[in-house]
C-alpha cells in the first residue's frame, strides 16, 4: 500500500498526519497528532475512511484506573464483580469508589484491561473475562482468558477488550471463575480509556 504523509496549520492549531492505503482500495486509515502551544492542547486521533462511512476518534476523553483488591471466589462459580466496591482513579487524580460498571455510550470507543494475580494454588484452573452488562441484569462476554493453575506462585492473568458498546446503557464489568476445589482469593485491578467517535 500507499504511505502519505502531510502537515496543516488551523486555527493555531498544528496537525501532523499520517495515511496509509491498503493495497486493494479496501480504504485509508489515518492518525493524526495536534499541537497548540499557545494554550498546551496536545493529543491525537485518527480515522477509518471505508468510502461509504468514515469512523473517526479523537484522543482520550476519560480515563480511570480501579482497583478491587482481595477478593475471595467460591470454586465452580462464576462470579461478576459489578456489586462490589472498587477503588478508583480518574485522568485528573480524584479517588473515589466505584461497584465495578464502568459506564459508557453506544458512540464511544473504549479499551478495557482486567487483572487478576490469583492465590497460589495448584489444581484447576482460573478464567478473567471482561463482560457487557445489560438490563435484566445480562452479561455477555466480550473477551476471556483461561489458565491452567501455577503451583507454588500466583495464577496472572490479563484480558482486554477494544470496541464500542452496543447500546448507551451498556456497562463494563469484570468476571472471574476458578476449579480448585477450594474458595481462593484474587486481587482484580483494571484500566478504563474511553475515546469519543464520529461516524458521519
Given amino acids: 500500500g500507499d504511505i502519505e504523509t502531510g502537515g496543516s496549520m488551523v486555527?493555531?492549531?498544528?496537525f501532523s498526519n499520517v495515511s496509509t492505503t491498503p493495497s486493494g482500495g479496501l480504504g485509508a486509515t489515518n492518525v493524526a497528532?495536534?499541537?497548540?502551544l499557545s494554550s498546551g492542547l496536545f493529543g491525537f486521533g485518527g480515522y477509518v475512511d471505508s468510502g461509504a462511512?468514515?469512523?473517526?476518534?479523537?484522543?482520550?476523553?476519560?480515563?480511570?484506573?480501579?482497583?478491587?483488591?482481595?477478593?475471595?471466589?467460591?470454586?465452580a462459580t462464576s462470579t461478576n464483580t459489578d456489586g462490589e466496591i472498587w477503588s478508583s482513579s480518574d485522568d485528573y487524580g480524584v479517588n473515589g469508589t466505584t461497584?465495578?460498571?464502568?459506564?459508557?455510550?453506544?458512540d464511544a470507543i473504549v479499551c478495557f484491561t482486567a487483572t487478576a494475580d490469583w492465590a497460589?494454588?495448584?489444581?484447576?484452573?482460573?478464567?478473567l473475562?471482561?463482560?457487557?452488562?445489560?438490563?435484566?441484569?445480562?452479561?455477555?462476554?466480550?473477551?476471556?482468558?483461561?489458565?491452567?493453575?501455577?503451583?507454588?506462585d500466583v495464577t496472572a492473568q490479563t484480558v482486554s477488550f477494544f470496541g464500542a458498546l452496543a447500546?448507551?446503557?451498556?456497562?463494563?464489568?469484570?468476571q472471574v471463575y476458578q476449579d480448585s476445589t477450594l474458595s481462593l482469593s484474587v486481587d482484580l485491578s483494571a484500566s478504563f480509556v474511553r475515546y469519543d467517535t464520529d461516524e458521519p
Fill in 53 to 75: 462511512s468514515r469512523t473517526v476518534f479523537d484522543g482520550a476523553r476519560e480515563r480511570a484506573t480501579i482497583s478491587l483488591g482481595a477478593l475471595s471466589v467460591t470454586t
Fill in 11 to 14: 486555527g493555531g492549531i498544528s
Fill in 129 to 152: 473475562s471482561i463482560m457487557r452488562k445489560t438490563a435484566g441484569p445480562t452479561y455477555t462476554e466480550l473477551n476471556s482468558v483461561t489458565s491452567m493453575a501455577v503451583n507454588g
Fill in 120 to 127: 497460589s494454588n495448584s489444581t484447576g484452573y482460573r478464567r
Fill in 167 to 174: 447500546a448507551a446503557t451498556d456497562e463494563l464489568t469484570v
Fill in 99 to 106: 461497584t465495578g460498571e464502568m459506564a459508557t455510550s453506544d
Fill in 33 to 36: 497528532l495536534y499541537m497548540q
